[in-house]
């Protein structure tokens, strides 16, 4: 059992994609970060005998740090943080453990540049169905968890992107769209190395539904019908993005927890006597 301020890899790899992920911060060393440039999902890197000075930006939330082996530097800065009042934790293990029980990582040179804030910034067409509100849910949960959206014309995307200097997606012609028969969703698993059997999964049925394949996966037509009744329920981008976080949410816990579950009435049968 981890002790007290401390969690497990596996307790992290179930907290992974849900709302309930702690902020997770990298304070490993540069020269054990450049042997291995790649994050545990969501984790920004801030050098961990610094935290003293950066604990302020988390008041008011969960924060796990990881270190190389989940020793004293993580372990420090998590000291430095509960001083400050956070509620933190370290990575029993650290990224070595993570790593070597073979749980997704994000090549850091996969993520886009982030703003003055700390965030990236993304751009897409407005009126969003199916990959524009799928992909954001999958950076959100996987990527950055303070991502922003920006919705605009399908004509301005390219235009706005060059012009504030944020990431396009989901149009052709740019790095994150669609790849083959793969959806936008698809290219961001593979290149963002988070290709889980959970995330394989849904991305079928993403795909399904973004590219009028149903037969790819049951679900698929469920998806399509909710997507289609979102976008017509609300007209604001950004509240129908929010309301749809909650959707994916369900669907990850299903294929990632409850997939092979049934339901059945009546519940049980009387016996005869």
Not at 104 to 133: F, H, Q, Y
Not at 214 to 219: N, Q, R, T
Request: include cysteine; charge should be negative.
């Amino acid at each position: 059992m981890p002790a007290p301020n401390q969690i497990s890899i596996e307790q992290l790899n179930s907290l992974v994609g849900t709302p309930d992920c702690p902020i997770i911060i990298d304070v490993r060393i540069v020269e054990d970060f450049d042997l291995d440039p790649r994050l545990i999902p969501t984790a920004i890197r801030r050098s961990g005998f610094d935290a003293e000075h950066w604990a302020h930006h988390y008041d008011g939330q969960s924060v796990l740090v990881y270190c190389e082996k989940g020793l004293k530097i993580s372990q420090g800065a998590r000291a430095w943080l509960c001083h400050h009042g956070l509620d933190a934790a370290s990575l029993v293990g650290g990224f070595q453990a993570w790593r070597d029980a073979g749980l997704p990582l994000v090549p850091a040179d996969k993520l886009p540049s982030r703003d003055d804030k700390g965030r990236t910034v993304w751009v897409t067409r407005s009126r969003p169905k199916i990959d524009r509100i799928a992909c954001p849910w999958l950076i959100r949960r996987f990527v950055d968890p303070a991502a922003v959206f920006l919705f605009v014309d399908p004509g301005e995307v390219l235009t706005v992107a060059d012009r504030f200097d944020v990431t396009p997606f989901d149009i052709e012609g740019v790095h994150w769209s669609h790849r083959g028969e793969h959806c936008t969703f698809d290219t961001m698993i593979s290149k963002f190395g988070i290709a889980t059997q959970a995330l394989q999964r849904l991305g079928q049925i993403v795909r399904g539904a973004d590219t009028a394949q149903p037969d790819l996966a049951p679900e698929a037509a469920g998806l399509l019908a909710i997507s289609l009744g979102l976008s017509q329920m609300y007209q604001d981008d950004l509240e129908q993005l929010e309301q749809g976080l909650l959707l994916y949410d369900a669907f990850y816990h299903y294929v990632r927890d409850a997939a092979d579950e049934t339901h059945n009435w009546p519940a049980t049968k009387e016996v005869a006597v």
